[in-house]
């Protein structure tokens, strides 16, 4: 794995990728990576103007790349019930890597606590509703896109919502730290149902996105455009950990990659431990019983008994 980048991708010729927020930051860079690679890409994206001018700007680079644009708006379940329904052949990888990042308290449309919201509950419900898909797929994975901030996030189950406290870091370090209980729990439950579908977890470190600019405000805005300017590392570098948990042959059910480098703020991919606290069964169960109670999506998978 040392030094692994995208040019080690396998070809991808024949497989069909889903990658959530695929329009800018981690997400474009994966979905040219997979492109360059002959995979097809569908760029799962909120906002179906800046969708399609990604898809011509990698088109221009690319012109026999096989992509296309679909509606997905994470913080509206009913959009996600949409997307999943649109689907009626094979995913082969579907990365969940769309997300808001520290915004003020603002509400999905269910009237969730956005981040908990987008970036947990609603790739929640986009990977239950497109689970048959991906039974269908060859060597099926699911990635989903974490942060190294889910160290400092536990879950508030007295307050998911935000409703009683709130503070935009810490709810985003929640739903990142929702995001490690999520995949490492369908691991579990994957191995328990003996399906051939790994899910595993990526974080990018410490990479130059359009996330810090657009959901902060005030002070924290301008620091964290600060940091990126200074020391994040680039989008390609940050998107190395989730390709090579979509694409890497050796890549582990269950595992967890992020940067090589101090503090895993940037470098090449390797395996990384989430917190101890995010492996606790208990809380994990608890999690995934709360998002089927909130979203309305049950999994066909067993509970883990370990």
Do not use: C
């Not at 019930?81 to 269910?110: C, H, S, W, Y």
């Not at 981040?115 to 269908?136: E, I, S, V």
């Not at 130059?208 to 002070?219: D, E, H, I, M, Q």
Request: net charge neutral.
């Amino acid at each position: 794995m040392s030094k692994w980048t995208a040019d080690n991708i396998p070809d991808q010729t024949g497989r069909t990728f889903v990658v959530t927020g695929a329009n800018s930051g981690l997400g474009y860079a994966t979905t040219q990576a997979l492109a360059q690679h002959g995979a097809h890409v569908v760029l799962a994206v909120r906002n179906e103007a800046k969708g399609q001018a990604a898809l011509e700007k990698l088109r221009a680079g690319q012109p026999t790349a096989e992509l296309e644009v679909r509606h997905l708006d994470l913080a509206d379940l009913d959009s996600v019930r949409a997307f999943a329904a649109g689907f009626d052949g094979p995913i082969d990888v579907l990365i969940n890597n769309a997300g808001v990042m520290m915004p003020p308290r603002e509400l999905t449309k269910q009237g969730f606590e956005s981040q908990f919201g987008g970036n947990h509950l609603g790739h929640f419900a986009l990977t239950g509703l497109l689970l048959d898909r991906l039974r269908a797929g060859r060597d099926a994975r699911v990635v989903t896109v974490s942060s190294s901030l889910h160290r400092r996030g536990s879950l508030h189950f007295d307050d998911l919502q935000g409703e009683k406290s709130y503070t935009p870091t810490d709810a985003y370090a929640q739903s990142k730290f929702a995001n490690v209980q999520f995949g490492l729990e369908l691991d579990r439950r994957l191995r328990a149902a003996d399906l051939p579908i790994r899910s595993l977890l990526a974080h990018p470190g410490f990479a130059a996105t359009n996330l810090t600019s657009t959901g902060p405000t005030g002070l924290t805005r301008q620091l964290m455009r600060l940091a990126s300017t200074v020391v994040a590392q680039s989008m390609e570098m940050g998107a190395l950990n989730q390709l090579y948990a979509a694409t890497a042959p050796d890549a582990e059910s269950g595992q967890f990659f992020g940067p090589n480098g101090i503090g895993e703020s940037r470098g090449y991919p390797k395996v990384v431990q989430p917190v101890e606290s995010a492996k606790d069964l208990e809380t994990a169960r608890r999690l995934w019983d709360v998002s089927e109670e909130l979203s309305g999506v049950r999994f066909d998978l067993p509970v883990h008994q370990g």
